[in-house]
């Protein structure tokens, strides 16, 4: 069974720093683009950012940009979100996806077949 599993979300201070997981059961992340996405209460799902196969290229949102870093480790199978100089702007359900192909990867929800259940952030002071 494919499995997407998200943690490392918690209650955070303006300014202040969280770092989500991605943990995959059931396939190897190495050979799938992953892709972090968020929703806000009321609001659509965005694209935050995505890396591709084997770490060779990033993407990020605007928003984000120079705040947040993607990453992965393939010996533990999970792909990272480190985020930095949170905003309360940045509360949200934060999901991680998957989608097992070779081209550049997209901020777009319908581009990945495989979801977790999502892990709550929440910026406040």
């Known amino acids: 069974q494919l499995q997407l599993v998200e943690s490392g979300g918690g209650l955070v201070q303006p300014g202040g720093s969280l770092r989500l997981s991605c943990a995959a059961s059931?396939?190897?992340?190495?050979?799938?683009?992953i892709g972090w996405f968020r929703q806000a209460p009321g609001k659509e799902r965005e694209g935050v950012s995505c890396i591709t196969r084997r770490g060779a290229s990033t993407n990020y949102a605007d928003s984000v940009k120079g705040r947040f870093t993607i990453s992965r480790d393939i010996a533990k199978n999970t792909v990272y979100l480190q985020m930095n100089s949170l905003k309360p702007e940045d509360t949200g359900i934060y999901y991680c996806?998957?989608?097992?192909?070779?081209?550049?990867?997209?901020?777009?929800?319908?581009?990945?077949?495989?979801w977790g259940q999502g892990t709550q952030v929440t910026v406040s002071s």
């Open positions: 059931g396939f190897t992340l190495d050979y799938n683009n």
């Open positions: 996806a998957a989608v097992r192909v070779l081209r550049a990867c997209a901020l777009l929800s319908r581009e990945y077949d495989t």
